[in-house]
Structures are given as structure tokens and as C-alpha cells.
């Protein structure tokens, strides 16, 4: 059965590449194969689960080249490895408007919040969780969306809630969202996305 040949973005550690390579080992993601894991930091050790899984792991300097030549080295790799979605997973940079627009509808992103609650711009890692204290909300979560020119703006793909407990902190509530939303709904998503796209284009 083909696959959809997926390239994983990453800048840090990689637990959700790790959620979504386990659960493709475990054969959750039968539409679905990583075929290469692209960090923008030399030293993430998420290109080490990478290499531990036996998946091609890229570094792409980006403090570099900037942006624009950073993006051109992106999809040169990406169309020589036939890729056809990609997953930011931890990928600290904005992406821009040409190269979404390039790759609409197949480039996913997950969210430590229920968007649109502490989403945009300067919302990431303890940021969210912190925000989500400091207004009260008893429930929280994690979204997986399209990625388009506006952060965390893209289509809504899927979410999962996670309750906030009494004497929560940034941290504890970060540990919970990812183990109990983050890397259970990343691997769904991928492979329901993939599944559509076989469906859509076929299975050449």
C-alpha cells in the first residue's frame, strides 16, 4: 500500500516526532511514513530520534541563510525526497505566506490550547500554559491545524481537552496537555489527513 511521504520540521527535543514515529511503528499511521526529519538547529535532539528510528535526519542552517534562502533549501529538499506533507513538530520559525500558500492544506502544526483561546503570535510553550492559569479557564487542551500564512490561523483538524487541576503550574500542565492531548491526537491527525489525501489523489 503507498504512503504519503512525510517530512517532520523540527528546532528542539521532538516529543511529538516521537509520538508520531512510535505510533507508525506501532502501525497507528498506516497511510503515513516520515521519510525525513529537517531542523533548523544543528544540535536538536529531536534529529536524534530521527536517526534512532532510522529516518533521514537534515539540518538546514537558518540564522544562516534567513528566511527566504532557508525556505529555497527547504522545498530543493523536500521535492528530492518526493515529499508530500509535513509536520511542524516543535519548529520554532513562521513560515511564510508563499511557502504555505506552496503547501496548502498539507503542512500541520499542534497547539498546546484549545484554539482560539492563547493562540498567535509570541503563543508558544510555557507562554500558553502560563496565559491559561493567569485567566482561570478550568479546561484547556491541544489543537492540531493547517498551517496557512496566519499563525495558528489554519483549518482545525482536531482537538482534545485536558482539565486544569487545582495547584497546576506552566510546567505540570505542559507535562499533562502533551501526555494526555498532544501525543495522542498528532498521530490521528497525520494519518487522517494522509488517509484523505490517498483517497483524494488516489494510490498511484
Known amino acids: 500500500m503507498r504512503k504519503i511521504k512525510v517530512a517532520a520540521l523540527v528546532s528542539g ?3 511529538n516526532l ?3 514515529l512510535d505510533a507508525g511503528a506501532r502501525g497507528e499511521t498506516p497511510s503515513a511514513e516520515v521519510a ?5 538547529r544543528a544540535g536538536a535532539y529531536a534529529l536524534e530520534r530521527a536517526r534512532e528510528a532510522g529516518v533521514e535526519a537534515l539540518y538546514i542552517p537558518f540564522t544562516d541563510l534567513g528566511r527566504e534562502a532557508f525556505e529555497e533549501r527547504l522545498i530543493r529538499a523536500l521535492q ?3 515529499i508530500e506533507m509535513i509536520v511542524l513538530a516543535g519548529f ?3 513560515l511564510s505566506p508563499a511557502f504555505t500558500a506552496r503547501y496548502a492544506d498539507r503542512i500541520l502544526n499542534i497547539h498546546p490550547s484549545l484554539i482560539p483561546s492563547f493562540c498567535g503570535e509570541g503563543y508558544y510553550g510555557l507562554r500558553v500554559h502560563r ?3 493567569d485567566y482561570g479557564v478550568k479546561v484547556t487542551g ?3 491545524h493547517f498551517v496557512n500564512e496566519v499563525p495558528d490561523g489554519g483549518r482545525i483538524i482536531m482537538q482534545r481537552a485536558v482539565y486544569i487541576e487545582d495547584g497546576d503550574t506552566p510546567e505540570t500542565l505542559q507535562k ?3 501526555r494526555e492531548a498532544e501525543w495522542v491526537i498528532y498521530p490521528l491527525a497525520v494519518e487522517a489527513v494522509a488517509a484523505k489525501m490517498l483517497n483524494e489523489y488516489g494510490e498511484k
Open 80 to 82: 528530492e525526497r518526493n
Open 18 to 20: 516521537q509520538a508520531i
Open 142 to 144: 491541544a489543537t492540531v
Open 176 to 178: 499533562r496537555v502533551m
Open 92 to 94: 520554532m520559525r513562521i
Open 36 to 40: 525525513v526529519v529537517i531542523s533548523d
Open 13 to 15: 527535543g521532538g516529543t
Open 131 to 133: 496565559a491559561a492559569l
